[in-house]
């Protein structure tokens, strides 16, 4: 909704147009009640160097047919000559001049340009040149007292202004007027209220359009007011400024009336034309069925038995209720009498019109929120107040039709209000004596004594019934950032479990080294674990969706291999996979003893790369495993694999891929491999962190080269190695492994890269030489010998 700064300072000193600051403050104070700002726009500015000018004498030149010339006074008792396309002036008439150097809104500045050869002094300008509507059919007249040479905005009363640009909520149907926004911000900045307080009408002689309410279950109120002496004319300017600030065209005296009390009160009205009301009367009907008429946009609208319809006496429908007039009953130039209709319509009724309708109007806006039922007789008397500016004769005359049904909802509604439920919903300490300042402001009435109290709910407030809704209108004026932030304590829902955080922290170690997560089928066909060197009894499936894939997996295994070989067909090599997913192994029961599992798969790798990666996911996750190379999984290379236990139960395999499984997958690269039953490695507690400082002092390596007996495991020799080294050891690396003539048979060659370093000092020569006798030493105790 637009609201401009000047139309609400007719309410409460809110703030000066001119002051940011305090526009600013104003913006602020509407957002913490909950009527958000979402742009500030100023307006009112008005073209520096356009003056009143009077015409002294009118020409036409014989070769310009379009345009004339004009001779005009800016009162500096020259004359200018200018060039004007209208032909709406007249001699004395006194119009706005754009004066040479002017730039206009549209970016144009005023220089002398000739036509004919004569050069034109200026230009005379249309209200839609200045920003001033969209008038472009002639030249703007001034009134003819106006003082020449003054800039146009002061004759017109233009001043700046600030157009606040508000996103109102639903249960805030109040503010869709003004004076419900003033009432609101009034109460929060403590300064007086002024609602409009129109004068009684003088009645004239009764005159009546009389009310058949025959839908009072769907129209609650419905009411007119005869008004005679009118004359169809323009609205005063003013009107008309404020109309279009707020987005609405001007139209007419009467219409721009009925449209400022829509937007002031909250409270929709319609003007009909009483010579074109059949029967001078009304009639508050549902639609039949398919029943059509002629809004007053120009439509044919088809109607159900959901609609209401506004119709006169000899019922003619002449308007739909709540949301737009009839075409017929429109207000003409030729209009002296109108019956001044305003109803109140129930808002389930005309949102549902409105929405299958598709037809969104100021009125319907309003109607489906909640209007006030009993500000009805206010808004006549302020719509005649307002004609009455420019209808010196007008007549209201006595005899209103006032017809109400059994939808009109009460005018008095009440709720109970508990301070210690207000203290428990807001996280507040506020005492029941608090309650009366924070809403009898905003016309909630507090009655009563003790911690519970009577709230009298104002009738422009239909969204508030119960003790909650007072509650919240508690909250807003007590002000939202005086709340506490406690946040009330509950039952957390949705957390990540150890094992599932414990598996998310895998996943990014193995992305981390570079490994793409793949999702073969669970599903293989019967020889495919026996293809990988898994011979076993198997689970098979009764009704597969292919016969190819009809037993469920014991290991992730197959399908990796199955991918790295489509890879290698396709010359992608040096593939690197893993996947977490869960194996069938057979039970001794009827389900199997399924269990979620890992395998790495890194092709053109050797075994020292998946012990790589084991190590990794073992630093990271906090767990450990013993290397047993005298039990090799089935499938792995005889001599190249290991087991990894845990206790007494193995923990998975590491290691390299049997090459006579390779050969019938036909993939012709090693492919190193990881597996672990991740049911126990997920499961386990992870050892605690222990923070280390990094040593300032530079690092010395240190490479050692053992012959060893085929069967002594290579984590032995690197065990004795880590012993016999001591606390300056950092990191081992077995870098080669040789087997040759050379070394007899059942022997190899194990060479080790041992990094040294000191956390105090620098390493001497000294240092190295007794890491590397007792590093020796511990090898030669297994049968190991070193390598010159």
């Known amino acids: 909704m637009k609201v401009l700064l000047s139309w609400l300072n007719e309410y409460g000193d809110f703030a000066d147009p001119t002051d940011d600051d305090a526009v600013q403050r104003l913006a602020d104070t509407m957002t913490a009640l909950g009527l958000a700002v979402e742009d500030i726009d100023r307006v009112g500015d008005t073209v520096d160097g356009v003056v009143s000018a009077r015409v002294l004498r009118l020409e036409q030149h014989p070769d310009a047919a379009k345009v004339q010339r004009v001779y005009v006074d800016a009162g500096d008792g020259s004359e200018r000559h200018v060039w004007c396309g209208a032909f709406n002036m007249q001699v004395g008439d006194v119009v706005p001049l754009a004066t040479l150097g002017t730039t206009m809104p549209n970016g144009m500045t005023i220089e002398r340009r000739g036509i004919l050869g004569i050069d034109s002094e200026g230009m005379l300008c249309a209200a839609d040149e200045l920003g001033l509507g969209t008038d472009h059919s002639g030249i703007l007249i001034l009134p ?45 900045m403590g300064i007086e209220f002024r609602p409009p307080t129109p004068p009684e009408p003088e009645w004239g002689p009764e005159r009546t359009a009389p009310v058949e309410l025959v839908s009072g279950d769907r129209c609650g109120r419905f009411t007119s007011v005869v008004m005679s002496g009118v004359e169809v004319g323009p609205s005063p300017d003013w009107m008309q400024r404020r109309l279009l600030a ?184 506020l005492t029941a004596d608090d ?170 790798e050797e075994a020292p790369a998946a012990m790589a990666v084991w190590r990794e996911i073992a630093t990271a996750l906090g767990v450990g495993a013993r290397v047993d190379q005298g039990r090799v999984p089935a499938g792995l290379h005889a001599t190249r694999s290991a087991t990894l236990q845990a206790g007494k139960d193995p923990t998975g395999a590491v290691g390299e891929v049997d090459p006579a499984v390779l050969q019938r997958f036909e993939v012709t690269e090693r492919v190193a491999i990881l597996e672990l039953n991740l049911d126990e490695v997920l499961g386990r507690e992870p050892k605690p962190a222990q923070w280390k400082p990094v040593s300032k002092y530079p690092s010395s390596d240190l490479d050692l080269a053992f012959t060893l007996s085929d069967d002594v495991p290579a984590e032995k020799l690197e065990k004795a190695i880590r012993q016999g080294a001591g606390a300056l050891l950092v990191d081992i690396d077995l870098f080669d492994v040789f087997r040759g003539e050379s070394l007899g048979d059942g022997r190899r060659s194990l060479a080790y890269r041992v990094r040294l370093q000191a956390d105090d000092r620098n390493l001497t020569d000294a240092d190295i030489a007794e890491v590397r006798r007792g590093a020796v030493a511990a090898a030669t105790k297994l049968g190991a010998e070193l390598r010159g």
């Open 144 to 188: 003819a007292d106006t003082e020449l040479g003054v800039p146009y905005g002061e004759v017109l009363g233009i001043r700046p202004d600030v157009l606040f640009d508000l996103d109102l909520t639903r249960n805030r149907p109040d503010c869709w007027g003004y004076v419900g926004i003033a009432r609101d911000v009034a109460a929060q």
């Open 246 to 429: 707020a987005g609405m065209r001007p139209i007419s005296n009467v219409v721009d009336a009925s449209n400022y009390v829509t937007l002031e009160l909250n409270q929709p009205t319609h003007a009909y034309d009483l010579e074109t009301l059949g029967g001078g009367g009304f009639r508050i009907r549902v639609a039949s069925e398919g029943e059509q008429m002629v809004t007053l946009d120009g439509e044919t609208r088809t109607l159900t038995e959901a609609d209401v319809l506004i119709c006169d006496a000899d019922d003619v429908p002449i308007g739909i209720g709540g949301v737009m007039g009839g075409l017929d009953s429109e207000i003409s130039d030729t209009t002296t009498v109108v019956a001044h209709e305003i109803a109140w319509f129930t808002p389930l009724t005309v949102l549902q019109t409105s929405s299958r309708l598709g037809l969104r109007t100021e009125a319907s806006a309003r109607y489906e929120r909640g209007c006030d039922p009993y500000i009805i007789d206010t808004a006549h008397a302020r719509f005649a107040e307002l004609l009455g500016e420019t209808c010196p004769n007008l007549v209201v005359h006595a005899g209103k039709a006032d017809e109400r049904g059994p939808g009109l909802p009460p005018q008095e509604r009440s709720t109970e209000l508990r301070i210690s439920e207000v203290n428990r919903v807001l996280g507040t300490e």
């Open 435 to 604: 309650l009366p300042p924070l809403l009898d402001p905003i016309g909630f009435t507090v009655s009563g004594s003790g911690d519970t109290r009577t709230v009298t709910i104002p009738s422009w407030r239909p969204d508030s019934t119960e003790e909650i809704d007072v509650i919240e209108e508690v909250a807003r004026h007590y002000g939202y950032e005086r709340v506490g932030k406690t946040v009330p304590k509950s039952t957390v829902h949705g957390a990540l479990s150890v094992k599932q955080q414990r598996r998310r922290l895998l996943r990014e170690v193995l992305l981390g080294l570079g490994i793409s997560e793949a999702m073969p089928n669970p599903f293989l066909a019967p020889d495919t674990l026996a293809k990988a060197g898994l011979d076993g009894p198997t689970i098979s499936i009764t009704n597969p969706l292919v016969v190819e894939e009809s037993v469920l997996r014991t290991s992730l295994r197959p399908g990796l291999l199955e991918a790295i070989a489509y890879n290698e067909s396709h010359r992608a090599t040096g593939v690197k996979l893993f996947e977490i997913g869960h194996v069938y192994p057979p039970g001794s029961g009827e389900l199997p003893d399924e269990y979620e599992a890992l395998c790495v798969v890194l092709a053109g």
